[in-house]
């Protein structure tokens, strides 16, 4: 399973780092991927980190101001977030894929993933 945490309230501009924990299964075996929703919106892909960290693809609204990592010998990933926008406001979710690999590039829909964590809070305030 995947558990994310890390959310809070920040200033606009301001910083956050989510983590994303995994337990049951080693870490590694996941390709892991960011996700985030706001009330009244669609599930907006945010970035995705490959299963040795060695591989990232962001959506075009993070790009440049989000990080995606990973730490597989703590079973942990992250998503380092710097200057904040209101509209970053939104439950991020982090999510995992167990299946056969493919390119980072198309792992923008939900449906490439096996396995979701509960969702953590961002509120960006202006």
């Known amino acids: 399973q995947l558990q994310a945490s890390g959310g809070g309230l920040v200033q606009a501009g301001g910083s956050l780092r989510l983590s994303c924990a995994a337990s049951?299964?080693?870490?590694?075996?996941?390709?892991v991927g960011w996700f985030r929703q706001a009330p009244g919106k669609e599930r907006e892909f945010v970035a995705v980190i490959s299963r040795s960290g060695g591989g990232t693809y962001y959506g075009d609204s993070v790009k440049g101001r989000f990080t995606i990592s990973r730490d597989n010998a703590e079973n942990t990933g992250y998503l380092q977030m710097t200057g904040l926008k209101p509209e970053d406001t939104a439950s991020y979710y982090c999510?995992?894929?167990?299946?056969?690999?493919?390119?980072?590039?198309?792992?923008?829909?939900?449906?490439?993933?096996?396995?979701w964590g509960q969702g953590t809070q961002v509120t960006v305030s202006s």
């Open positions: 049951g299964r080693s870490f590694s075996n996941y390709v």
């Open positions: 999510a995992g894929r167990l299946r056969f690999v493919i390119p980072l590039s198309r792992m923008f829909s939900g449906a490439e993933y096996d396995v």
